[in-house]
């Protein structure tokens, strides 16, 4: 049979009551209490019953941490950093990959509500307004990673993603590139490479330089975008000078379609990835990216989950942390 509270009462030789506050870390326990009741619970191995607990307290220390694809080597790096926070505060993690997937999405917030998640970090692929509308309707506390809702009423921590792709793009402008592809998602996708986008045509804009439609590919963030966009592109036109990328992945899926074609990156086109994955500096050639401070969009989304859920005081309700372009080996020196 299973160790139970009064097991471990026993064994200490005090009350139940007692050890229920050690459990809760209630301070009116004394020191020598304390000890003797922690000491009873390593010796008989008593794990806490979460769910009677969860249901007395209205807590479980259960937080949920939604990403849109396990596979994308972005999420993980968020995913430890917000882990490593949890478990200096206690707290156990449920993660929820939804494969890009919207209703996936809105089933993991109702299925976390009804577990009794204390709160959830949030990696949206798009943030629809019916999702929107989900997280206002179930009302436990929410912090966005990555993107940030359109009327910043949720907590967030991002980046300035439309400032980072502009400068992403002057870099390359800078280089005396005029014709510049840009690969990514829509501009009409909520979520943070729309804002990409937004910036590749701003910086365009700030160099007098028309914004050629057909230089551009919507579609996917994986390899396998970056790829068949460029052979789609290069089917149709021929005097490209530069490639930027709403992501690594897709960087690497076209520097690997130019080289089908005998085209050599830097020595005759440019390539720019975003985001900094691991990948990105053991490619050949590495890449020469927008860097995003994952880990710690990660620590700083926990730790503001966690004070949203004590009822703590936020510094900030939206946290703009800071990005690098990294120079490699992609584009000319």
Known sequence: MPVSIKDVAKEAQVSIATVSRVLNNIDVVNEDTKKKVLDAIDKLGYRPNIVARSLKTQRSRTLGII???ISNEFYPEIVRGAEDVANIYNYNIMLCNTDLDPE?????????????????????????????????KLGFPIVLVETRDKDKKLHSVTIDNLKAAKEGVQYLINKDNK???????HEDMANAASLRYQGYK??????????????????????????????????????I????????????GAINALRDKGIKVPEDIDVMGFNNIYS???????????????YDMGSVGMRMLIKSI??????KQNYVLDYEIVERDSCKK
């Open 67 to 69: 990403i849109p694809d």
């Open 104 to 136: 996936k999405e809105m089933e993991y917030l109702r299925v976390l509500r009804e577990k009794m998640a204390d709160g959830v970090l949030y990696m949206s692929n798009s943030l629809e307004p019916n999702i929107l509308e989900l997280i206002d």
């Open 179 to 185: 014709n510049i592809v840009y690969i990514g998602t």
């Open 202 to 239: 701003k910086a365009l804009e700030e160099n007098n330089i028309e914004l050629d439609e057909g230089l551009v590919s919507f579609g996917g963030m994986k390899a396998k975008d970056g790829y068949n966009a460029i052979h789609n592109i290069l089917s149709n036109k021929k005097d």
């Open 241 to 252: 000078d530069a490639i930027f990328c709403a992501s690594d992945e897709i960087a690497m």
């Open 280 to 294: 990105a500096d053991i490619f050949y050639p590495k890449l020469t990216t927008v860097a995003q401070p994952m």
């Open 310 to 315: 004590n009822k703590e005081e936020l510094e």
